[in-house]
C-alpha cells in the first residue's frame, strides 16, 4: 500500500496560471499607485512597502468612500504579495521579482538566468520552485481532480 496515495496533487499548470493572474493583477494595482507611495526594490531584491498614514474619511460622498474601499482592498492585496514575495529564498525572490513585479515589461528569463549565473536548468528548478512556494503562500495553487476508483 502506498503511504501517500490520499494526498491530493498539484496541478502545476494550472497553479502557475492563477500565480501569474495575482502577479498581473498586483503590477495592475501598482499602477494605480501614486508615485510616492510605490514600494522600493532593495539590493538585495526584497520589497519595502511603503508606509500610510494619511488617511481621508468623508462620510459624504460615496464616490470618496468607494476609493477609499478600493484603496483598501488594493493596499491590502500588495501587502498579501509582498510578504509572500519576502518569504521566498533570495534567488526564489529575484526570479519572481525580476520576472514579474518591476515597473516596465515582464522581465526576460536569459537575463534573469545570467544575472543569478545559472544555466537554464537549474534556472528553471528554482523558478518553479519559486511559484509554487509563492502559489502556496498566497494559497492559491491549484490540485488535480481526483478519480474515484469503484471496487
Known amino acids: 500500500m502506498k503511504k501517500h496515495q490520499y494526498l491530493p496533487k498539484i496541478n502545476d499548470k494550472e497553479t502557475k496560471k492563477e500565480l501569474e493572474k495575482a502577479l498581473?493583477?498586483?503590477?495592475?494595482?501598482?499602477?494605480?499607485?501614486?508615485?510616492?507611495?510605490?514600494?522600493?526594490?532593495?539590493?538585495?531584491?526584497?520589497?519595502?512597502?511603503?508606509s500610510t498614514t494619511n488617511a481621508f474619511h468623508s462620510s459624504t460622498e460615496d464616490a470618496a468612500l468607494e476609493r477609499i474601499e478600493y484603496e483598501l482592498m488594493r493596499n491590502a492585496y500588495l501587502k498579501k504579495i509582498h510578504e509572500a514575495v519576502n518569504s521566498l529564498k533570495e534567488d526564489e525572490r529575484h526570479i519572481i521579482i525580476k520576472k514579474y513585479m518591476l515597473d516596465g515589461e515582464i522581465g526576460y528569463d536569459r537575463e534573469i538566468m545570467m544575472d543569478l549565473g545559472v544555466g537554464k536548468t537549474k534556472y528553471s528548478q528554482i523558478k518553479g520552485e519559486a511559484m509554487l512556494r509563492l502559489a502556496f503562500a498566497l494559497k492559491i495553487e491549484v490540485y488535480k481532480k481526483s478519480e474515484v476508483k469503484a471496487s
Open 24 to 50: 498581473f493583477k498586483y503590477r495592475e494595482y501598482l499602477i494605480t499607485l501614486p508615485n510616492y507611495l510605490m514600494p522600493k526594490v532593495t539590493p538585495a531584491y526584497s520589497i519595502i512597502p511603503p
